[in-house]
């Protein structure tokens, strides 16, 4: 008996250590991102319902819990006190009679205007498509329609809408991805739909009943395939309200696959209008799809992607998981040449993960050790052709740079270690870029498998992952002759899982 019960300790020791190493080994499994969102396990796309309500950042996205492939959909979960660290959370959402849970948005009802509240709490309301396969398999028209749920515990527990669904199709393969958000002026909620090759705009003021108001975009636009997932918001320019319609396209993109584009212009509560011509791209890469931003979080706009691509994204590399989601991104604007370009910009919360780095000025070229995630900025003292090369010693390689030429950022993954798992990940792509600036400021914030990019205060942003069969480990900086580095900072940043392995049960 005795020593069955020492055995059984031995036993329960062995679990909990094992635990704890698997823990550990799961999040530094190869090209698990060290400072991005990516789940534990299993497929992700799409970040949805991304609120902010008393000091906790949610992300809610597109997951299916049983396969690393997509699947019938469900809202995964995580939530973040500091925009930098996440802790993955039960699935909130689950499929039903009515369908798959797809893409959607929640808002805090601050007024309680849906009466989902009781006693004084802010409700959280989602609302989502659901999307029905056994209706498209049918053959019917009319299988994506969008329903509600909501949480009165701050979203730990959420209850589907009795109603649902709250809006009917009316007829449309593509009736999907509603974005909520509060219209001050007229009092009332704006959900962004997409629909097809445009964005319908409904009203409602209790979030539950919704009519029609206004389309936009028919003949405006990139249209190489569906639209999908809009966003809807407005921000400030020196006192002037500048309105902004984010719209991803897939396929489409500039770079092939998906992408998202933008609009400026004005919205007065039914219409939205733009005096825009040219199509405009939020990133220019290959990797940052179906983003959107956090809801109230007051003047601040955080928006936030997917990092892949629907051309390879089930079918890179990763073993236990699929997909991770781009850094936090704060939203400005800026007027460039009499138009009005958003640029994107890491979080300022991602301090919390530096380390001590190294600053160095005037410099003909660079060559620094990689050890993890980094971010790199530099500041060349003209506009000139310059290339940022990451390297192992197999001798793969991942570049992006500057031609001066042709004044296009490029990006080239064609030697960049596994690149043989779709046919069109591999190819060198570049981009216009736009900037009135004389100096070239360049920020790369440098993953296991990732690289975000900015250019000229992240006007000019492309995403990129990669998947080497080593880790890279040197990052160079080289331009001509004349090539000078006016001022370079290296910091090292720290993993954001570390907190999660050893306090994880
Ligand atoms: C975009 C998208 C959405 C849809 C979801 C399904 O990536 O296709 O339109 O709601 O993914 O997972």
């Not at 003209?382 to 001798?395: D, H, P, R, W, Y």
């Not at 940043?493 to 570390?498: E, M, P």
Request: hydrophobic share 35%.
């Amino acid at each position: 008996m005795k020593y069955c019960c020492l055995l059984g300790l031995l036993w329960l020791a062995g679990c909990t250590q094992n635990k704890e190493m698997n823990t550990t080994h799961l999040y530094a499994e190869p090209y698990r991102p060290q400072v991005h969102f990516s789940p534990k396990k299993s497929w992700m796309n799409d970040p949805n319902g991304m609120v902010y309500l008393n000091n906790v950042w949610h992300l809610f996205f597109q997951y299916y819990p049983d396969s690393t492939v997509w699947g019938p959909m469900h809202w995964g979960h995580a939530t973040s006190k500091d925009l930098v660290h996440w802790t993955e959370q039960p699935v909130a959402l689950y499929p039903d009679s009515i369908g798959y849970i797809f893409s959607g948005s929640i808002v805090a009802d601050l007024n309680n205007s849906s009466r989902f509240g009781k006693d004084g709490q802010v409700p959280l309301v989602a609302l989502f498509t659901q999307h029905d396969p056994k209706g498209e398999k049918q053959g019917r028209v009319d299988f994506q329609n969008q329903s509600i749920a909501y949480s009165v515990d701050e979203g730990k527990t959420w209850t589907k809408y009795s109603r649902n669904p709250v809006l009917k199709n009316p007829g449309s393969k593509d009736f999907r991805d509603p974005k909520i958000m509060w219209y001050e002026k007229g009092k009332k909620w704006i959900m962004t739909l997409a629909t097809k090759d445009r964005v319908s705009f409904y009203t409602s003021t209790d979030l539950t009943q919704w009519s029609k108001a206004s389309e936009f975009g028919e003949s405006l636009g990139a249209h190489g395939g569906v639209w999908e997932c809009p966003d809807l918001f407005s921000m400030n320019d020196q006192g002037k309200t500048i309105w902004v319609l984010l719209v991803s396209i897939n396929p489409g993109g500039p770079q092939g696959g998906s992408a998202t584009q933008y609009f400026t212009g004005d919205f007065d509560g039914t219409r939205f209008t733009t005096s825009q011509t040219e199509t405009k791209w939020i990133d220019q890469g290959t990797d940052n799809y179906a983003g959107i931003t956090w809801s109230n979080t007051g003047s601040r706009k955080i928006f936030l992607g997917w990092m892949s691509n629907w051309q390879y994204a089930q079918a890179v590399p990763t073993i236990q998981w699929r997909s991770a989601m781009t850094i936090p991104r704060e939203l400005t604007i800026a007027q460039i040449n009499g138009a009005y370009y958003l640029q994107s910009f890491p979080v300022k919360e991602l301090a919390a993960i530096e380390e001590n780095g190294i600053t160095e000025n005037n410099l003909t070229r660079a060559d620094k050790k990689l050890q993890g995630p980094a971010k790199l900025r530099f500041v060349l003292r003209a506009i000139e052709n310059f290339s940022v090369t990451l390297l192992n010693t197999k001798g793969e390689k991942w570049i992006a740079g500057y031609d001066k030429n042709t004044d296009q950022y490029y990006i080239d993954r064609t030697a960049s270690g596994n690149i043989n798992f779709e046919k069109g990940f591999a190819r060198k792509i570049f981009s216009k870029r736009i900037s009135t600036d004389s100096v070239m400021d360049i920020t790369l914030l440098i993953d296991d498998a990732s690289i975000e990019f900015f250019a000229d205060k992240g006007t000019n942003t492309l995403t990129s992952i990669f998947f080497p069969n080593e880790k890279y480990s040197t990052v160079k900086i080289e331009g001509g002759n004349q090539f000078r580095i006016d001022s370079l900072a290296f910091t090292p940043l720290k993993s954001i899982w570390i907190k999660n392995s050893v306090s994880e049960k």
